[in-house]
């Protein structure tokens, strides 16, 4: 499902919906996993929070061991030292020789961060995360002890036993649209994951940049519209969730998602969706229209070099239709 534009690759990586119960959450992850390892992408994201019902790490094994894609593993310094960080993924990239794609967050809910007693303020936890980084990236490069004194943390005389060799050393991928993120992005190089642009004119900015967001496409516009109401009605409960999440919420991509659901953002975007995100199954807007005019935008996406898609895809049809859509781009 990767797009082979030019001379370029976009990478297609996908992510499971919310699910309410331990049953449809567990089914959903497997399913997932299983489809995206049938239409050939890159990989699936394994998110993080203290509300997933098992460790990101969890995911990421499984799905080693049962597909033949890449995790992206969400990774946040409030919930795993860089020592035990850097051990797990030189771990798993040893043990199935596969590339890993580490998605580095700072965002948690306000509950986590009042449970587990971080107090840093959103600048200071992207110095931390700067600081994790770094850490990381020194055991898995270095054949023997690594020290290291920062503001955060201090390590002295440890290491892993062995080195990553550099086709599978890890891809660093930083989550985040702040100006701290930004610093950081622009500091170290890395690629930056961020929300699909509301503004079309913002689609000339993505240069390398990770884009999530959900496709929906239909021969017609009509019919794109229908299946899209008929996969993500309107849900109350769902609502109510959203607004209670968004009580203390860390993050400011679901600030500015949160904001565009109460304008008129369609006016300038009309294929631009965010019930998905309004109703709690997506944390991500979704583009909506007919074949053509999706696989438009997505062309624009691929002319301006973009690192990769995240898509949240609901079921086996979607994904299916999706693969077809990017053979076509």
Known sequence: MNIN??????KIFTHPHRSYTFDTYLQNHKDVIGWSDKFACEGMLCSTSGYDAFDTWVWAQYLCEHSNISPIVALNPIYVHPFAAARKIF???KLYNRK?????????????????????????????LAEYIEI????????GPVSYEGKYYIIKQASLEGQIEKSIMPEI??????????????????????MLPSVQDDLQKVY??????????????????QAANELYPADRFGQKLLKM???????????????EMQTEVSETFP?????????????????VGSYEEIKNIITNLCEQKIHSMVLTIKNENEFEIINNLFSQI
């Open 5 to 10: 534009y030019q001379d370029h690759t976009v």
């Open 91 to 93: 771990s798993l990239s």
């Open 100 to 128: 890993l794609y580490i998605n580095c967050v700072t965002g948690s809910a306000q509950a986590d961060l009042v449970q587990l007693n971080d107090n840093l303020i959103h600048e200071q936890r992207y110095q931390r």
């Open 136 to 143: 990381i990236q020194l055991f898995l490069a270095t054949n």
């Open 173 to 194: 991928i930083i989550a985040g649209e702040s100006e701290h993120a930004l610093s950081l992005i622009k500091n170290s190089g890395f690629t930056q994951m961020q």
């Open 208 to 225: 390398h940049k990770s884009l999530a967001l959900g496709i929906i496409a239909r021969p017609t516009n009509e019919e794109a519209w």
């Open 245 to 259: 999440s968004m009580i203390g919420n860390q993050t400011d991509w679901k600030d500015r998602l949160n904001t």
């Open 271 to 287: 294929q631009y969706w965010l019930d998905p995100f309004k109703n709690k199954y997506a944390d991500c807007p979704y583009i």
